[in-house]
């Protein structure tokens, strides 16, 4: 693939894409006013690798200027495979120096959760705005660090919930926002796969992901109960149960949960690493929505009782990429603030309070945190 450098890259915006120029000009920032906004993925595992990268050559406000790598071995790939010049690749050791990088504007942590506060702090010290991926951190404490590390740095800051960007997802929050169906009464999200072939995995070591199912699809599961029913719980009660201990010998294999809503809607939540799960459904006083998939890379599908959704299918990172990049340049709404996976983790924590003491209701005062 031909290289592209900055040089190149502002020829062909100039010549290509204008309209985009036009737009830039326009933008808060004189920095920003003649570029795409660069990213650079912190993590090139499988989600950099099969979808974020690809979604960065689509991309129409931002584009992939660097790379954070502790393997060797990748750097030459990804380089030749995005035309990433040298001083755009860095390893964990040397990273603070991307400080000094113009060409790299965000800084997307798609590593073990563990790692999502240290990265995501150092990149707000660093200048640079921040994505980092779900969930948040290991913990709501950290959530905080990395909240206050990005206001003290002046950065913006986004979590990687992808489906905020997503046609079928921003149709449900429309609906329940314009009470389309009249008040919600009822929200159910289940989001979950079956695990079985490496039991040795960081997602099933909770030094490395702070615990299983919950933390990686039960954060989906929660969103779908928030947005669809436009509304933070009150309440939360936990049941976990474990089938197959030998292979989850670590983290929590499934989990289900009931909220109670301000407006006094409940819902159900089930998330697991020991089956296929991926739906939604929220019931109104007139009407229904019903979303089956709900939270994977799509198409999804589903309908309302209006009738069948028809959106056409484009790759939700980079609709969620371009959202962030849009709110960094133009002062839109960030679909996704900081707030938001704080929210989660507070309700991931009540979770596992409500588990470890048999089932007790714990109450949630989340106001409109994250809504
Ligand atoms: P992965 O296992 O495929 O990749 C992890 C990357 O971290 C690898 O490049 C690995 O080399 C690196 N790494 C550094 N230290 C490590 C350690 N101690 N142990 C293991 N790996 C280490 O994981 P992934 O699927 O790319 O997930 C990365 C992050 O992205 C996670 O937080 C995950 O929850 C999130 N994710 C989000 C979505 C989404 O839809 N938003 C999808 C997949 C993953």
Redo the contacts with the bound molecule.
């Keep these: 693939m031909k290289k592209i450098t900055r040089r190149t890259f502002n020829t062909s915006l100039t010549l290509g894409a204008g309209m985009l120029l036009q737009q830039l000009k326009a933008c808060n920032n004189e920095k920003y006013q003649d570029r795409k906004l660069g990213v650079a993925l912190v993590?090139?595992?499988?989600?950099?690798e099969y979808?974020l990268g690809p979604a960065l050559l689509d991309t129409a406000y931002c584009q992939l200027a660097g790379i954070v790598?502790?393997?060797p071995s990748k750097e030459k790939r990804w380089a030749q495979k995005y035309g990433l010049s040298e001083e755009n690749i860095y390893n964990y050791e040397n990273f603070d120096d991307i400080a000094q990088n113009k060409n790299i504007d965000i800084v997307y942590v798609?590593?073990?959760?563990s790692?999502?506060a240290d990265f995501s702090i150092r990149a707000a010290k660093a200048g640079k705005h921040v994505i980092c991926?779900?969930?948040m951190a290991m913990n709501v404490q950290e959530c905080d660090a990395i909240i206050n590390a990005c206001k003290e740095n002046n950065v913006k800051l986004s979590v990687?919930?992808?489906l905020h960007s997503e046609p079928f997802t921003k149709e449900i929050k429309r609906m329940v926002k314009e009470k389309t169906f009249g008040e919600v009464k009822y929200v159910s999200a289940d989001a979950s796969y079956y695990s079985n072939r490496y039991p040795n995995?960081?997602r099933l070591n909770s030094a490395?992901s702070g615990g299983g199912a919950l933390m990686?699809m039960g954060v989906y599961a929660i969103q779908g109960a928030i947005y669809g029913s436009g509304q933070n719980p009150s309440s939360v009660t936990a049941q976990e149960f474990s089938t197959r201990p030998e292979y989850f010998k670590d983290t929590d294999e499934t989990i289900t949960a009931q909220f109670e809503f301000p407006n006094g809607a409940v819902g159900n939540i089930f998330t697991s690493h020991n089956v296929n799960t991926n739906r939604h459904y929220s019931g109104f006083e007139n009407g229904w929505i019903e979303l089956s998939p709900s939270n994977n890379y799509g198409p999804l599908k589903g309908a309302s009782s209006l009738g069948p959704f028809e959106f056409q299918h484009e790759s939700q990172q980079k609709l969620q990429m371009d959202d962030f990049a849009k709110h960094i340049l133009f002062d839109t709404e960030n679909p996704v603030p900081g707030e938001m996976g704080k929210r989660d983790m507070i309700i991931v924590e009540a979770i596992y309070q409500s588990i470890k003491e048999g089932g007790r209701k714990i109450s949630l005062d989340l106001g409109s945190m994250g809504l």
């Design positions: 993590g090139l595992g499988s989600y950099s979808q790598t502790g393997t798609v590593l073990p959760n790692m999502h991926e779900k969930p990687g919930y992808r995995q960081w490395l990686n």
